[in-house]
């Protein structure tokens, strides 16, 4: 404390008063007459002379430690300025120009590392002294200077992830910090393109189907929440649709389950090339899918199933699968009025389905007691006819006719005339049997 004291001036008036009352008691204790102030000079000249010794040995000693201060101030700020270089996160240190009113017109790069340099293609030596609006691309720049300025007007800290386009930072997604300082900005930029990449492959296996990559059970749920309350909210209707493949217990049982995939997968292509774009198709598990098809009501429902039966017809007719498909559709309109759930919307549409495959079980029961009961016609027969014998002289009183036809054919109604070879012997082949023929 009594080096800080040294410096300043009331410390040594101070002092210098204590001394001259020091130097007026001792010559009055020591004489009965007020001396001259000639014969006080030689004390009061040593008693300053003490003074100024100790006050230059003060001085000197306050003047080492501000030098010490200094050093150890410069090694901190080398060290600072190291630890800054050599930081794989890219590091800026940003000055606000401002106006003579005091208004904040953007933002100057007093210092910036390798990494944050690199960070947007260019050197320290061309980022230092220029301004964020020319460093960086417009749409960038701006956003950036917005939350800049109230960074250090709110004297709050920026934390956030960014989606940044490659052409301008080398990086896909950054992890942007900046804390204000006395009149400024530390940006911290660190690249995550790795990580997010990998956040958005967990999100997706967790919300999409391996086998046919359409949403699952947990995905729809959340899309469709997202999808019905933005519909709600624009007045629109919605259609929930859910799809059931007939049989394919029996396909699996007979033809094995690589069989029971590949329809599976033949099913989602089927189900994703029928309905648009922005309409939500997912598996719910098993054999069962459902689509959410936005701004459509029961036409448009008739529409997506209609189509899909043609499909499906095209699909069997190519013989890919060796058991044909057959699906179960059952649909229910969603009213902007409707605030229903999507678990109930879905149990809606399952009730309808049931209801239909039920309905179409009976059918085909119906039909097959009727074919039950529908006697069965054999079909007519004709009659076997045992070969007959013919006598011998049957046979030559024959041969003897054959021998006596002309050799030329009468001709036929509507075919030209034909010449018949003569005939030679034709009997010696018909000794035997003839089958004789049935009389009309």
Request: include cysteine; charged fraction near 25%.
């Amino acid at each position: 404390m009594l080096d800080h004291l040294t410096l300043r001036p009331p410390f040594w008036g101070v002092v210098t008063l204590l001394a001259f009352a020091a130097v007026g008691l001792s010559a009055s204790a020591s004489f009965d007459a007020v001396p001259s102030f000639v014969d006080s000079a030689p004390l009061l000249s040593a008693a300053a002379l003490i003074i100024a010794i100790a006050g230059w040995r003060l001085l000197h000693r306050q003047l080492l430690l501000r030098m010490q201060e200094d050093d150890v101030l410069r090694d901190r700020v080398r060290r600072l300025q190291d630890a800054m270089q050599s930081n794989l996160d890219g590091m800026f240190l940003l000055r606000a120009v401002r106006t003579a009113a005091g208004e904040i017109i953007d933002f100057e790069i007093a210092d910036v590392n390798r990494s944050g340099a690199a960070t947007l293609y260019r050197t320290r030596e061309q980022l230092l002294g220029r301004r964020i609006r020319e460093a960086l691309p417009s749409p960038m720049a701006a956003m950036l200077f917005e939350r800049y300025v109230d960074a250090i007007t709110l004297r709050t800290a920026v934390v956030e992830e960014l989606r940044v386009d490659r052409r301008a930072v080398a990086a896909s997604w950054l992890f942007h910090q900046a804390a204000p300082t006395a009149d400024g900005l530390a940006v911290t930029v660190r690249d995550v393109s790795t990580r997010k990449r990998d956040e958005l492959r967990m999100r997706k296996a967790c919300l999409t189907d391996e086998l046919t990559r359409l949403y699952n059970r947990r995905g729809f749920m959340a899309l469709a929440e997202q999808h019905l309350r933005l519909a709600r909210r624009q007045g629109k209707d919605s259609v929930v649709m859910y799809v059931d493949m007939d049989d394919f217990k029996q396909l699996n049982d007979s033809h094995g389950h690589a069989a029971g995939d590949r329809a599976l997968m033949a099913v989602s292509r089927l189900l994703r090339s029928t309905v648009r774009d922005c309409d939500v198709v997912a598996r719910m598990g098993g054999d069962e899918f459902t689509i959410l098809a936005l701004d459509a009501d029961v036409m448009g429902a008739r529409a997506i199933q209609k189509r899909l039966e043609e499909r499906l017809a095209l699909f069997n007719a190519s013989g890919e699968l060796p058991m044909p498909l057959a699906l179960t559709v059952g649909h229910t309109r969603v009213r902007p009025s409707d605030t229903s759930s999507v678990s109930e919307l879905l149990a809606r549409a399952d009730q309808l389905l049931y209801a239909r495959k039920r309905r179409r079980q009976m059918t085909k029961a119906a039909e097959s007691r009727q074919r039950e009961l529908t006697p069965q016609r054999a079909p007519r027969r004709m009659p076997q006819l045992a070969p007959v014998p013919i006598p011998a002289d049957v046979a030559a009183i024959a041969r003897a006719a054959a021998m006596a036809l002309p050799n030329v054919a009468p001709p036929m109604s509507g075919t030209l005339t034909a010449m018949t070879p003569p005939i030679s012997n034709p009997l010696p082949a018909m000794a035997g049997t003839f089958l004789p023929t049935k009389a009309a």
